[in-house]
């Protein structure tokens, strides 16, 4: 019996009531066809009604793949569990689904990408629920708001539990009826394959999940092949998982990008094609942010300022010093940038991202270089909720799995939302002061645990445009001042906090503020023209 389909016809095989688990990283591996058929669907029938979905990494994307906000419908969508949703500037029209956030029409939780799949992973072997330490203080923890985005998301889906003498989180299982994956090729038993992707994703997991309690497993694919014609090493999701297999020739790789051989490992692109960043501000900050680093560490990077530090190493003749390793599942190479991001070219290795979690959230990596939306005087960042304008964050994605024991965190951002800054003179000049603090009394959300980064004995820095903090165990220090910056006026009257200052404060390096190489060196640690630093 054939496994093929239409999109039509596998949108008639989601009922009433359903739990839907979605593979995706915004645009990169979505299956838009088969959700535009179900939103279809709905619009033409009135069904299916009610549907939970499940998204580990957001569907989606504000450029033309519009993933869960075809689903985003009153009566279609009752509650929605996502490690992230879709996002874009503030200019833009936010997407039909933070519409339902806003107006509570949707129940809506943001829960930890790498915690989602290891929700999957536990109900497909049929276990309870998932017992972590990852979230706790945070925005995860029931003490906080546990994972609810509104008044609509009422029903808890994480406790707090004792066990062996020690505290902990506990989310349990909630068990998919029908998986929607995406891959490049199936064979006609349904056995697929990647080699147009960015990025495995969580495929296998969500499949397992379905499949190992009843369910339905719906593939997307590019093309159809003879059984028989896919070697065994390539196929990533067996045949004996995948019930029904739609064909959507057309599906992009990932956001605007219909495909490109690098971003799935099939070339490698010559190191002069990849541009360098302008000058500007935030190539500065990018700058002091690599300095950070060493030669031999394995390092996470996240969206922001920091997914150009990167570059700056290319830049300096340093590529090759780090090894980049991102949530979606890439491994090494050259991250890309914007909304690009998520996917690398010339990647060493692609990981299963519910593998690649595992490895952040077990602190087997060096550093991660994350953004930061508001710091608190306990250290706490949050990157996950930004009330004025909602879709210009995505939620938190894998950041609270990454940050929860990482060895060495290194936020970056601007110290005040909407200054007016320039580079002059060998530093920073500020033209017009910000009008929003972001060195605030208490963050928003707790997307980060200052404090449990304290008892942990995590080493965090935060590195903004005027100057360098540490988190100690009496709170912010200020460590380093960017030169031009006066620090009474422009730094500490400018939090809402009281900051300390290390006596030995210490001066940005100049070099850092001008238009040309930098001289870093990695090796043995990060130096400026053979200056330790």
Known sequence: MSKLVSAAQAASLIRDGMVVSVSSSSGLGCPDAVLAAIGERFDAEGHPRNITTLHPIAAGDMYGIRGIDHLAKPGLLKRTLCGSYPSGPSSSEPPQIWKMIGDNSVAAYNVPSGILFDMHREAAAKRPGVLTKVGLDTFADPRHQGCAMNAAASEPIVSVQQFDGEEWLYFRSIVPDVSIIRATTADERGNLTYEHEGAYLGGLEQALAARN??????????????????????????????????????????????????????IFRPLSTFRNTEMSVQKVIARRVAMELADGMAVNIGFGISANVPRILLEEGQHGKVTWVIEQGAVGGVPLLDFKFGCSSNADAFMPSPHQFIYFQGGGFDASLLSFLQIDRHGSVNVSKLSARPHVTAGAGGFVDITARAKKIVFSGFFNAGAKLSLADGGIRIDGEGKVKKVVGEVEHISFSGKRAVAQGQDITYVTERCVMKLTPDGLMVTELAPGIDLERDVLAQAEIPLGVANDLKVTPSVLYQDRPIGLSLNGGASLGGAHV
């Open 213 to 266: 309690n009843g369910g339905t497993v719906i593939a997307q694919v590019k093309r159809v092949v003879e059984n028989g014609t896919l070697k065994p090493h390539d196929v990533r999701v067996p045949g004996v998982l995948v019930d029904h297999i739609v064909v959507a020739p057309d599906q992009l790789q990932t956001t605007l990008t219909p495909y490109d051989p690098a971003i799935s490992g099939e």
